[in-house]
């Protein structure tokens, strides 16, 4: 009986096993497809040519495969974005946590939810029937399909993110420094913004990095309203192409094995990578302020 | 009792799986298989008229697929394909490769594409030639002023690369046509998912140019005459204008089959031509031909 038992456990610990490396296991299996599929456009095209050229013609011949204007497109969007969404976010979560009286806390961390919970395509619907035809008549723009209509859908949604996770950052912070601060006789904003804020800080710039993660691999929203001219942008107020909306936009009709294929892969080989990196950014952060 | 059961029970799945099957389908009806491809443009008009003509023939196992003209064609002299979709007609090499494989191509013009040039109904600009969409487009003029219009700037709508409009508009009116052109949309032109989209911006700005499929003209959007050149009529796309060719971007659509049409072949291609079939046409933003 007892080496039943121990036969039992010794399955059921592989079980786990396995499910806890599966996401690895994913993440490589998924790193090595990609790879698979996009690094022959490197015959087509060198990478220099690729990452650098300022033209994307995909289905002319010879095609041309530059991927620069993309590459600004997504991270002008993504800068502007988080230029709104991470001062509002941090603010709110600071409200959230420290100043709202405890029934209106429920209430907003609720609608942050829901907020989170709004299917990005419904968003870009708004966007495109309401906010840009608004940006062109207030801002007098030659069209609202700009680059900050999808900064602004995009800020929308990065917000959630942001806020939840600096919220649990600000409250992880120990009870102690506030009280001791209070004791030396600071008021409640000299506490927030002397030592709560210093406290929470790891966790507010890894709750900005996540929220990066999610506005850069966002797609839906962005292909609705930024235009998806692959141009290089000078300014906010012009249309843009992103990496995701290229993707979306042209993989149902890319003939396989073509290079227009193999480019739609290698541009999310660039994708995988720069969120790669966004996320390490904010584990490195996160961990940081786990630690304290 | 108890042995019974499992007795009982295997019978009843033996029945479930082996007898009903056989009593849907009624023996004697063959059922017949027609493998369509082609023109990716007219992929959703093959749908269309596959899903319609399958209410009728429901023991016919349509299958549509697009990939391009110049696939479907291919695929019609390998044998592959029972009738290919196509939005040009076929080219001498291909006539010579079909007559090596004893293949006869028989040509079924079963509708007409036009596409519509829109600008905003505040607008004045009315008529445009040829040369003038291909400078529009192609980003050398950059505001209505030059064409005689309001000093407004000029905001370029095109579809995405995947479209068939889009390569239509490519090659007839910034490449006129010639294979080997290099033309291309200006970089600054809006690549707009959905011909909706366009038609939804257009009417908005007052700044913009797009194009679309002929079933998406409303009066929320102007559409421009266009003349072939500069000593030629401007010229509306209507379905008149489109069927008499009289309209400068337009296109015919064909069916193509090995020989005269026999059997299923036939049956499809008599419904393309049917009254239902046209209007399948015409709800598919294509110009019925009669």
């Known amino acids: 009986m007892a080496k039943l038992r121990k036969f039992k456990e010794a399955i059921i610990e592989k079980l786990i096993f396995l499910s806890g490396i599966a996401s690895i296991v994913f993440v490589a299996l998924i790193f090595i497809f990609l790879l698979r599929e996009g690094i022959s456009v490197l015959r087509s095209t060198s990478l220099g040519a690729f990452l650098g050229g300022k033209f994307w013609y995909p289905i002319s011949d010879p095609p041309k495969l530059g991927i620069l204007p993309l590459i600004l497109g997504s991270l002008l969007v993504t800068l502007g974005a988080i230029a709104m969404a991470v001062p509002l976010g941090i603010a709110a979560a600071f409200y959230i946590a420290e100043v709202a009286p405890s029934r209106l806390r429920n209430i907003l961390k609720s609608f942050v939810e829901i907020l989170s919970a709004i299917p990005s395509v419904v968003l870009g619907f708004l966007g495109i029937t309401i906010l840009v035809p608004f940006l062109k008549r207030f801002l007098d723009l030659p069209t609202g399909l700009t680059a900050f209509a999808g900064s602004i859908m995009l800020a929308f949604m990065a917000m959630p993110t942001i806020i939840s996770i600096s919220e649990d950052a600000i409250n992880a912070v120990p009870r102690e420094y506030k009280e001791g601060a209070i004791a030396l006789g600071a008021t409640h904003w000299q506490t927030l913004h002397r030592v709560i804020i210093h406290g929470a800080l790891p966790g507010i710039i890894a709750a900005a990095m996540l929220g990066i993660g999610r506005v850069f691999g966002e797609t839906m929203a962005v292909m609705m309203v930024t235009g998806n001219a692959a141009v290089i942008p000078n300014s906010l107020f012009e249309p843009v192409r992103t990496l995701t909306a290229t993707i979306a936009a042209e993989m149902g009709e890319a003939a396989k094995g073509s290079p227009h294929y193999n480019a739609l892969f290698a541009i999310g080989i660039v994708l995988f990578v720069i969120s790669f990196l966004i996320n390490l950014t904010a584990d490195l952060f996160l961990n940081r302020s786990r630690r304290r | ?290």
């Open chain 2, 1 to 290: 009792m108890k042995k019974l059961c499992p007795a009982v029970l295997f019978l009843g799945l033996f029945q479930l799986f082996f007898l009903c099957p056989a009593s849907a389908a009624p023996p004697g009806q063959k059922s017949a298989s027609l493998q369509i491809k082609g023109s990716d443009t007219m992929v959703n008009l093959g749908q269309a008229w596959a899903e319609a003509f399958n209410a009728i023939h429901s023991n016919v196992n349509v299958a549509v697929t697009g990939g391009g003209s110049g696939t479907g064609i291919a695929a019609l002299i390998n044998g592959t394909c029972d009738i290919a979709e196509s939005s040009r007609a076929v080219e001498e090499k291909e006539i010579k490769q079909a007559e090596a494989k004893g293949i006869r191509f028989n040509q079924e013009t079963v509708a007409l594409d036009g596409i519509a040039v829109v600008v905003h109904p505040s607008n004045p600009i009315k008529n445009l030639t040829m040369d003038q969409l291909r400078e529009i487009f192609m980003g050398n003029i950059k505001n209505w002023k030059i064409l005689g219009g309001p000093d407004w700037p000029i905001v370029l709508l095109s579809r995405e690369v995947n479209s068939g409009t889009h390569i239509f508009f490519k090659e007839h009116v910034l490449r006129r046509g010639k294979k080997k052109a290099q033309e291309e949309f200006s970089p600054g032109a809006l690549m707009m998912p959905s011909s909706y989209a366009i038609a939804e911006e257009v009417a908005n700005n007052e700044n913009t140019i797009g194009y679309y499929g002929m079933g998406y003209i409303s009066p929320r959007q102007k559409v421009i005459a266009v003349a072939k050149d500069a000593q030629s009529p401007f010229v509306e796309p209507t379905l008149q204008a489109v069927r008499t060719n009289a309209y400068p971007i337009s296109r015919p659509l064909y069916l193509y089959t090995n020989g005269t049409p026999k059997g299923v072949v036939k049956e499809f291609i008599d419904f393309a031509y049917s009254k239902e079939g046209q209007e399948i046409v015409n709800k598919t933003d294509f110009v019925p031909i009669k």
